[in-house]
């Protein structure tokens, strides 16, 4: 099991930055997909960004790319999203997820609670 914790999220003006965070625990997560979905009222949930945990290599939604940047501090076993440039289209719920290795839908691993992020006009 792996337990997913985000935080971060708030209100922020359009234009401005705001840091996400996902704390992780119960197991090493080595070679493990992690990134963000993100869900606004009235849609369905939507990929955003992810990264390798292992090897580090990123894959982003066109949307948002340019704007947000996926890391991850493997001392800390925690994930973060940048997102700068933010516009109030950004507006949603963002969920942080793990996929274990060789799982073959994105997403159908372990989820997180999802932190609130508003972007003001």
């Known amino acids: 099991q792996v337990q997913l914790v985000e935080s971060g999220g708030g209100l922020v003006q359009a234009g401005g930055s705001l840091r996400l965070s996902c704390a992780a625990s119960?197991?090493?997560?080595?070679?493990?997909?992690m990134g963000w979905f993100r869900q606004a009222p009235g849609k369905e949930r939507e990929f955003v960004a992810a990264?390798?945990?292992?090897?580090?290599?990123?894959h982003y939604a066109n949307i948002v790319k340019g704007r947000f940047t996926v890391s991850r501090d493997s001392a800390k076993n925690t994930l973060y999203l940048q997102m700068d440039n933010v516009k109030p289209e950004d507006t949603a719920v963002y969920y942080c997820y793990a996929d274990p290795p060789n799982t073959a839908t994105m997403g159908a691993g372990y989820w997180g609670q999802g932190t609130q992020v508003s972007v003001s006009s």
């Open positions: 990264i390798n945990w292992s090897r580090g290599v990123t």
């Open positions: 119960g197991r090493t997560l080595i070679n493990y997909t």
